[in-house]
């Protein structure tokens, strides 16, 4: 029993089916493609995976329209491939790491940049510029069996029509197994954490009224309409 009402469990859509994944924490990987690292002013040489959170439920279905946050001016897209975790995982080697993915999908890892690079000067943490309310679109995740490849194909995003992130898989610095290894001997992952696991180069500022459409092979697409900011 609790003294207050418990908050709605967190989910996220499945791919030809009503079923839900719940969602337990969102972890995200830092620079995990050179290009990317290069445009944000920083060596891409392969040092070690960093990690940021953002609250379960910042996740929003594919379609639902998200309201321009406060607090920024220059609210940034970063395309990224998402992997939904399926099974216990504590000090995972990588060759094992791919039996506890239950799925993966197409996520936005929505940016206040302008908050973030604050951040960045003082040596202040990320969470208001990473973790804010609906900061977290993704598209339906597809069940492993299903997933033509987490190694390579075109990952991209297009606001109004127009090209602004493109690239492959094959180009993250720590791939999917990397990762899952690397965040397991830190922190025991459990059912229902999603790993957001970075993105390519081209990240850019979008605002009321725009329309993020992107995409990943072989794992669907999203669409993501920018709102008016809420009253
Ligand atoms: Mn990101």
């Not at 839900?20 to 493609?33: A, D, E, H, K």
């Not at 951040?119 to 973790?131: I, L, N, V």
């Not at 605002?207 to 990943?216: F, L, P, Q």
């Given at each position: ?58 996740v ?33 080697s ?70 602004r ?24 992952l ?32 999203i ?9």
């Amino acid at each position: 029993m609790y003294v207050i009402e418990p908050p709605q469990q967190a989910s996220v859509a499945v791919s030809g089916r009503e079923d839900r994944f719940p969602v337990r924490r969102i972890f995200c990987v830092g620079r995990n493609y050179a290009a990317h690292a290069r445009e944000m002013g920083n060596d891409p040489d392969r040092e070690p995976p960093f990690f940021f959170t953002k609250p379960a439920d910042a996740v929003v279905d594919t379609g639902v329209s998200v309201p321009y946050p406060p607090d920024t001016s220059d609210m940034h897209h970063e395309i990224e491939l998402v992997i939904a975790i399926g099974k216990p995982a504590r000090a995972i080697s990588v060759d094992d790491a791919m039996s506890v993915v239950w799925g993966a999908g197409v996520g936005i890892d929505l940016t206040r940049r302008d908050l973030q690079a604050v951040a960045k000067k003082m040596g202040r943490p990320w969470d208001f510029s990473k973790g804010f309310d609906n900061s977290a679109p993704i598209a339906p995740l597809v069940p492993i069996a299903d997933v033509p490849s987490l190694s390579k194909g075109r990952i991209y995003l297009e606001v109004n029509g127009e090209i602004r992130q493109d690239a492959d898989l094959a180009e993250l610095i720590w791939p999917v197994a990397d990762t899952i290894a690397y965040l397991s001997a830190s922190i025991a992952l459990a059912p229902g954490d999603l790993i957001m696991t970075g993105t390519p180069a081209g990240v850019a500022a979008v605002s009321a009224g725009d329309v993020m459409t992107g995409g990943i092979d072989g794992l669907g697409t999203i669409r993501t309409e920018i709102g008016q900011p809420l009253a």
